[in-house]
């Protein structure tokens, strides 16, 4: 695969301000890719820390490099830990940043069981831009805008619609192998910056050319309406 091309043909389809990113589970660390480097901080008292505040943040760092994560880098934020399958329900559950989401009612403990995750513990997940990736990605992770989701929805009309945690839309492409979207969650939009404008898509590393050329299709016919209506708006 040609990855370069497909990033541009990602951005040229729908326009994005922001380039794709690549998301790859690993069971060992290419030794051409660095790892991220951070100074961890202490440890909260049930024992959480990590490169930084939540692995969504990576989403943020890996635009314009590649790097590889340590399931330790993930470690602050106990859900997203859950959902990247680098650690188990019981001590997501066990820890403090769970049990304050529950008591602030921000979720209902009973999604947890139900929640989809990563099925297997990786020993890197490896982030970076789609133009630069050198191996199959399992998941390309895409910020979007209102027109480019009705963009994808009409591309793909089994598109995934889906609300907090943002993160499991990962799992979501990569175990189920479907396109999902995620409105996004509080906790991700403090720690990320994402603007609010912005949602996030997850998109199954095996489902690129499907998803690029069910878009062009779609933008095709997308520009025949989109002249016929402004032919139609000058009578008015």
Not at 47 to 69: E, L, M, N, P, Q
Not at 110 to 130: C, E, H, M, N, Q
Request: proline share 7%; aromatic share 6%.
């Amino acid at each position: 695969m040609n990855y370069r091309e497909m990033a541009k043909e990602f951005v040229n389809v729908l326009g994005l301000s922001t380039p794709p990113i690549a998301i790859s589970f690993c069971d060992e660390r290419p030794d051409s890719i660095p790892f991220f480097e951070s100074i961890y901080p202490e440890p909260t008292a049930d024992g959480r820390t990590g490169a930084v505040s939540a692995g969504c943040v990576f989403w943020v760092k890996s635009i314009d490099r590649t790097f590889a994560t340590s399931p330790e880098d993930h470690g602050n934020c106990s859900v997203g830990s859950l959902t990247h399958g680098l650690i188990d329900l019981e001590e997501a559950g066990s820890r403090a940043d769970v049990v304050a989401m529950c008591e602030a009612n921000w979720v209902d403990p009973g999604i947890f069981p139900d929640l989809p995750t990563v099925k297997s513990r990786s020993s890197a997940i490896i982030y970076g831009p789609l133009s630069d990736c050198d191996r199959d990605p399992d998941v390309v992770f895409l910020r979007l805008i209102g027109k480019q989701i009705m963009q994808l929805h009409a591309a793909v009309p089994s598109l995934r619609f889906e609300g907090k945690p943002q993160c499991h839309i990962i799992a979501i492409a990569k175990e189920l192998g479907e396109v999902a979207v995620s409105v996004g969650c509080m906790l991700s939009r403090v720690r990320t910056g994402i603007p609010a404008a912005e949602v996030t898509c997850a998109v199954p590393g095996g489902k690129l050319t499907e998803v690029i050329d069910a878009l062009k299709q779609s933008r095709e016919s997308d520009l025949l309406v989109a002249s016929y209506a402004g032919e139609d708006s000058r009578r008015f």
